[in-house]
């Protein structure tokens, strides 16, 4: 029998617990994240940081942190196979990744470049190992409550085409604490992920770059290390440690 969708605030709860890797959901070049990023992690006092870029990156993420590199800068990826483009990942000192990164590098953390290679990104592909795509965001267990982003915006101020983020993330940033924040941004991407999973299920290629970094995960932290991770918001539902093997979330 299907489980009762999590409220909001039992949302939080997990995506929190301390029990789990410690979470900081980002959008890029957010501000407000990357303003308290470096409070987060102090507090986090992590063993090793894990950040959503793809693995051919891990190389150049200690140049990205060197004290002569100076922002804005970009990585850009090229598959080795040439099935795919270019990919540039652009970053700017208000960029929440390149905060996480830096800081690492000052506190002698490692950084481990754990989202899927773009080698793997191949349209209809499979990783070693993988059969069908798991339902999105816990569909398996959970019936995900429709429009919670939606009502959350109602809300505020009931405009449809509001962006969440902003008005929940950015707009409440002056002035709140960093812990604050941090439960603002991923209850945020909880809610978007939740809707995405109610009306029509997650991209096939979201699961497959989530079932990566869950692997990323568990090899980074075999050993005990505690870890801290710096994703998108909407992919830390899939991140939690209660999140079912395979699964979405």
Do not use: K, N
Not at 151 to 158: M, Y
Not at 194 to 215: F, I, K, V
């Amino acid at each position: 029998m299907p489980l009762p969708p999590l409220s909001p605030e039992a949302a939080v709860a997990a995506l929190t617990d301390p029990a789990g890797p410690y979470l900081i959901g980002v959008r890029h070049h957010a501000p407000s994240l990357a303003a308290v990023v470096p409070a987060l992690l102090d507090e986090a006092r992590p063993d090793v940081l894990l950040v959503e870029l793809p693995a051919e990156t891990q190389d150049w993420l200690p140049w990205l942190a060197h004290e002569e590199t100076r922002a804005p800068v970009a990585l850009a990826a090229v598959p080795g196979d040439g099935q795919a483009g270019p990919a540039f990942y652009p970053f700017a000192d208000f960029s929440p990744e390149l905060a996480a990164i830096r800081w690492a590098a000052r506190h002698g953390v490692r950084v481990v470049a754990c989202d899927l290679p773009l080698a793997d990104r191949v349209p209809g592909g499979t990783l070693p190992g993988e059969g069908e795509e798991a339902p999105g965001a816990g569909a398996r267990c959970r019936q995900p409550a429709a429009g919670l982003a939606a009502a959350l915006r109602d809300g505020l101020t009931g405009r449809p085409g509001e962006d969440l983020w902003d008005r929940l993330v950015e707009t409440m940033a002056p002035g709140s604490a960093p812990e604050a924040l941090r439960r603002a941004a991923l209850l945020t991407g909880w809610a978007l992920r939740q809707d995405a999973a109610a009306s029509g299920g997650l991209d096939a290629l979201d699961l497959r770059r989530e079932r990566w970094m869950r692997s990323c995960l568990a090899d980074a932290t075999a050993d005990g290390a505690r870890a801290a991770m710096v994703v998108g918001a909407f992919h830390a539902p899939a991140l939690m440690d209660s999140a079912p093997s395979g699964a979405g979330a």
